[in-house]
């Protein structure tokens, strides 16, 4: 079975311009979480997103956005970029909801804002 | 509100010793715990997970797992390290009710010398 993917996984921007990572799910899981990893921060959590609707969301500016479609891929925007929005974005996925259902992670898109 | 806490930030041991990578946790109710780890350039790989029952957890790679409720501690052991184990290990928390997110500890560089 496929792990998770995302896409792609290098991408150079320059501050005020957005972008948007892709991320697909190990087939059959509908639940898709994405995270920011920083040296200084560590893994924080944005947003995740269940059968299409966002369910949590983390302590994160309005900038930062995402999306899940019928078959469970997901897309993550960031507007406006900054310098301190450089970071790896990670993204998740876990087959239900359940609390005790551990995330698969994929390899993760390492964004670096000029 | 649930939180992590890996007091060390490093840990360095000889190959062929055990290893013991710590992590306390703070949530409201019965915890899931699990535990990651991260080599160069890559997501994060799920170990092993406590979710009820049984004390100690075994997971990939001979890494196991102690929970103890009365210390609020998940300790990440390993009996003899490889060079190879070197990498970032991160402790994760969930609380039993709801759609908590998964929180994660700053994470825990693991360095085994030859």
Redesign the interface.
């Known amino acids: 079975k496929a792990g998770?993917t995302q896409t792609p996984r290098y991408l150079i921007k320059t501050r005020g311009q957005q972008v948007t990572l892709s991320c697909s799910p190990i087939s059959g899981h509908r639940s898709v979480?994405w995270?920011q990893q920083t040296p200084g921060q560590?893994?924080q959590?944005l947003f995740?997103y269940?059968s299409e609707t966002q369910?949590?969301k983390?302590n994160f500016p309005g900038r930062f956005s995402g999306r899940q479609f019928s078959n469970s891929r997901s897309e993550m925007n960031v507007s406006t970029l900054e310098l301190g929005d450089s970071a790896l974005y990670?993204c998740?996925s876990r087959f239900d909801?359940g609390?005790?259902n551990?995330?698969?992670?994929?390899?993760?898109t390492r964004l670096t804002v000029l | 509100a649930q939180s992590v806490a890996q007091p060390e930030d490093q840990v360095n041991v000889a190959e062929g010793n055990p290893l013991t990578v710590k992590c306390t946790y703070s949530v409201s109710g019965n915890p899931y715990l699990f535990w990651y780890v991260q080599y160069p350039n890559r997501g994060l790989q799920f170990l092993l997970k406590y979710i009820t029952g049984d004390n100690l957890v075994k997971g990939s790679y001979g890494f196991e797992a102690e929970f103890n409720k009365s210390q609020t501690s998940f300790h990440l052991k390993k009996p003899s390290a490889l060079v190879s184990d070197s990498a970032l290990y991160f402790c994760a928390v969930r609380g039993p009710a709801g759609n908590t997110p998964l929180v994660f500890g700053k994470g825990t560089r693991l360095s085994v010398i030859a």
């Open positions: 998770v979480s995270y560590g893994l959590f995740e269940f369910r949590n983390g990670l998740a909801g609390q005790h551990e995330q698969f992670f994929g390899p993760g």
